[in-house]
């Protein structure tokens, strides 16, 4: 299953894409010639990451927190002129500490973005690409979706919905053209530790070196994975090994180890 193929009215797009990971999947994609419309809130960002990549990049500032700024951006894209073949649903956050001294607005915001925005727009730009039997979604779970994490549960919990969502949508979608593969990194250095609120000392000290790997390959690695047609996609040696352990291992048996390790649990 290669991608649908690039075009002038073809479009890729590239939620949080104004930094990090999603910035290297719009740079590559374009790179590949097709159209790539960059959603997130940032307007400078998006400004200069699309001026740099050229007439093929269209920022188009969304709040997806938001219901409404999210249900317009199918006819925003339109207005474009653009028919979306790929969606890359990558803007993500997590919060950092422990439940019981979390802010709930900041919880629920994690929630709209990590989750309710990913089912949001899969279900409204799905129904074109089986229309034309051609599309191809990569959401962007993590390996922490394979097991609890105890000083960012809802993030955990989050990216978990995102993988066993994605594993339902290839069922779903088997035959009809479209494909749906899920991204799992590792700890990648981009700005998502310090908006969760990591220090540097604390990740490097939590995550060993060998599980780090850049954006550029991750983002790769996942455009890889879908053009392949994989399920999921674990980029790194080590992480592709340590992954299906995760997995398998009983909370029970993995918790105290993981509660002593977050940088959270420590601070508290
Ligand atoms: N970095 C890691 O260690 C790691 C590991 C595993 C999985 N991931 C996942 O990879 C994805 C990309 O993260 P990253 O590492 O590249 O982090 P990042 O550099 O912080 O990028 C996060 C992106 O999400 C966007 N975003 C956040 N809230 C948004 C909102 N309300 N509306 C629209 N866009 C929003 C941000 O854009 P604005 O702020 O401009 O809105 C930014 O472009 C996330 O889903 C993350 O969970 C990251």
């Not at 093929?56 to 894209?77: G, I, K, Q």
Request: charged share 20%; proline share 8%; glycine share 10%.
């Amino acid at each position: 299953m290669a991608l649908p193929p690039p075009g002038n009215d073809r479009a890729a797009i590239v939620t949080g894409a104004s930094s990090g990971i999603g910035e290297e999947f719009a740079k590559i994609l374009t790179r590949r010639g097709y159209q790539v419309v960059l959603v997130a809130r940032r307007v400078d960002r998006l400004e200069d990451i699309a001026a740099r990549l050229g007439a093929n990049a269209h920022p188009l500032p969304t709040d997806l927190s938001d219901r409404d700024d999210r249900a317009s951006l199918p006819d925003r894209v339109d207005a474009l002129g653009l028919v979306p073949d790929i969606l890359i649903n990558n803007a993500g956050l997590s919060t950092l500490g422990v439940v019981a001294k979390s802010v709930p607005e900041k919880e629920l915001n994690l929630v709209e973005v990590d989750v309710a925005a990913v089912v949001d727009l899969c279900s409204r730009f799905l129904p074109g690409m089986v229309d034309r039997q051609l599309g191809a979604v990569l959401n962007l779970a993590s390996v922490a979706a394979l097991g609890p994490l105890p000083g960012q549960a809802a993030y955990a919990a989050a990216k978990a919905f995102v993988l066993s969502y994605t594993h339902g949508l290839r069922g779903e979608l088997r035959g009809t053209g479209v494909v749906a593969t899920a991204l799992c990194p590792g700890p990648v250095d981009t700005g998502f530790g310090d908006a969760a609120g990591f220090t540097k000392e604390e990740a490097d000290a939590a995550l060993p070196r060998a599980m780090w790997v850049p954006a550029d390959k991750v983002a790769k690695a996942g455009i890889d994975g879908l053009a392949a047609g994989k399920s999921v996609v674990v980029p790194g040696g080590v992480n592709r090994v340590s992954a299906p352990l995760f997995r398998v291992a009983p909370p029970g048996l993995m918790l105290p180890l993981l509660t002593r390790n977050h940088p959270a649990m420590k601070r508290r």
